[in-house]
């Protein structure tokens, strides 16, 4: 188990390149350089000790970055973390 959660900047650009499959429209979405976000995804691997994304490669034609098995369990509890924080927000 980790001992303290990873930053939540990098969480939500996990879960922005998840969504969008790539770590460019993720930077746009997120306002951030590609470079900085894959900086933060680099060290929420590194944190969790876990390959969290498969990257695509320049010139790969039609593939795209993938979520692992791990990404995947991961992404469903942040999801659901960052809805509950949305929830808890709006509520104040």
Do not use: E, K, N, P
């Given at each position: 188990m980790v001992e303290r959660i990873p930053p939540l900047a990098a969480l939500r650009a996990f879960a922005a390149v998840?969504?969008?499959g790539s770590?460019?429209?993720a930077a746009a979405t997120l306002h951030l350089?590609?470079?900085a976000v894959s900086?933060?995804?680099r060290k929420l691997e590194d944190?969790?000790?876990a390959t969290l994304l498969t990257r695509a490669r320049n010139g790969a034609?039609?593939?795209r970055t993938e979520v692992t098995a791990d990404g995947a369990a991961?992404?469903?509890a942040v999801d659901?973390?960052?809805a509950q924080l949305g929830a808890a927000c709006e509520a104040v």
């Open positions: 998840a969504r969008h770590f460019v429209r350089s590609t470079s900086h933060q995804i944190a969790l000790g034609g039609t593939s991961l992404l469903q659901a973390a960052f």
